[in-house]
């Protein structure tokens, strides 16, 4: 898939994940705010490196690689996106049901990183 895509796709999951929060889905809601950023960090690696890992381990691992050569001052970020992550792995395939309040904690973090990960986007010069 094209970058264009998952950008697009970035944005109407973060639409979706918006809703789900404002009809009190919160296991929806971590969920989304991860496929999201994982879209998000998709389209930066296909149009820095021209493809992208399948399975997110191996999508984090190459985005702190991507970083480490071109943003070392973003390494940081790499800590918070396996956290979202590790959420929605909870979400999705635990027993956790997450509450209104963790929930606004998550998609506060998730506002921060996509801030990040948009500055870093223009910085390359990927459209957004």
């Known amino acids: 898939m094209s970058y264009q895509k998952f950008i697009r796709k970035f944005k109407i999951l973060l639409e979706e994940a918006e809703k789900d929060f404002k009809n009190d889905c919160y296991n929806k809601t971590v969920s989304c ?5 994982e879209a998000l960090l998709r389209a930066i ?6 493809w992208c890992p399948e399975r997110p381990g191996k999508l984090i691992s190459l985005f702190y690689s991507f970083l480490k050569k071109k943003i070392p001052n973003k390494l940081s ?3 918070l996106i396996n956290s ?3 959420h929605r792995r909870n979400a999705d395939h635990s027993g956790k049901i997450y509450t209104k309040e963790e929930t606004e904690r998550i998609y506060q973090k998730s506002k921060f990183l996509i801030k990040e990960l948009i500055l870093i986007s ?7």
Request: hydrophobic residues 60%; positive net charge; aromatic residues 16%.
């Open 45 to 50: 690696l296909i149009f820095e490196k021209g």
């Open 77 to 79: 970020l790499i800590p």
């Open 122 to 128: 223009k910085s390359i010069g990927l459209p957004i």
């Open 33 to 37: 705010l991860w496929f999201s950023i």
């Open 84 to 86: 979202l992550y590790a």
